[in-house]
């Protein structure tokens, strides 16, 4: 099993930037993706495979990582990013596939 | 338009059995890793399986083991979970998404789910 740790809840004013970390043991050597999910909607992919992002989330959604911290940074946060926000990673050979996600952090934009 | 139709949820009782289905649409059924994702009531998402292109590899969560089974008909541009013997910490919302959630397949788009309850 793979731990990923995510804080419960940040928040920030609106026009500030939004910095979510993921912790786990070594991250910085896998892929990591996020997932926000809106009241009452599915999970969105916002950033795959560390810093890509699918079509149609802004450039305003970026992904690092470093050591044992994979970190989502939001800039010039809007309203409409309140959402819980997933990482997600793989453990992958060739005769298992396992997929981990961390336990969410509540993005609210004050 | 890409993108994913979960059926299949609904109120079954402790031991029995339901079959999810997932129809896609806008997208090269056949070439894509599919998978389920649940999300417990007021909790975070827990992968629960995923399934290779073709068929020939599928993949489950421990606790699913020996009473999900994964299918894909790529005739049909559809996915089934089939779910036996369901207890009550299976009860959920359950997503389908496109992908294997990495390599060059990360998950998307996801449906928008079927909610499942397990209760007697």
């Known amino acids: 099993s793979y731990i990923l740790a995510q804080p419960p809840s940040v928040s920030v004013a609106p026009g500030q930037t939004a910095r979510l970390s993921c912790g786990g043991d070594?991250?910085?050597?896998?892929?990591v993706h996020w997932y926000r999910q809106r009241p009452g909607q599915a999970p969105e992919l916002v950033v795959s495979n560390g810093s890509d992002r699918p079509y149609g989330i802004p450039d305003r959604f970026y992904g690092s990582k470093s050591g044992n911290t994979a970190t989502l940074t939001i800039s010039r946060v809007e309203a409409g990013d309140e959402a819980v926000y997933y990482c997600?990673?793989?453990?992958?050979?060739?005769?298992?596939?396992?997929?981990?996600f961390g336990g969410g952090t509540q993005l609210t934009a004050l | 338009e890409v993108q994913v139709v979960e059926s299949g949820g609904g109120l079954v009782q402790p031991g029995g059995s339901l079959r999810l289905s997932c129809a896609a649409s806008?997208?090269?059924?056949?070439?894509?890793?599919m998978s389920w994702v649940r999300q417990a009531p007021g909790k975070g998402l827990e992968w629960v399986a995923t399934i290779k292109e073709d068929g020939s590899e599928k993949y489950y969560v421990d606790s699913v083991k020996g009473r999900f089974t994964l299918s894909k008909d790529n005739a049909k541009n559809s996915v089934y979970l089939q779910m036996n013997n369901l207890r009550g910490e299976d009860t959920a919302v359950y997503y389908c998404?496109?992908?294997?959630?990495?390599?060059?397949?990360?998950?998307?788009?996801w449906g928008q789910g079927t909610r499942v309850t397990v209760s007697s």
């Open positions: 997600q990673v793989w453990d992958v050979s060739r005769d298992h596939l396992k997929v981990f």
């Open positions: 806008g997208f090269t059924f056949s070439s894509y890793w």
């Open positions: 998404a496109r992908g294997r959630f990495g390599g060059q397949q990360p998950a998307s788009p």
């Open positions: 070594n991250i910085a050597t896998k892929s």
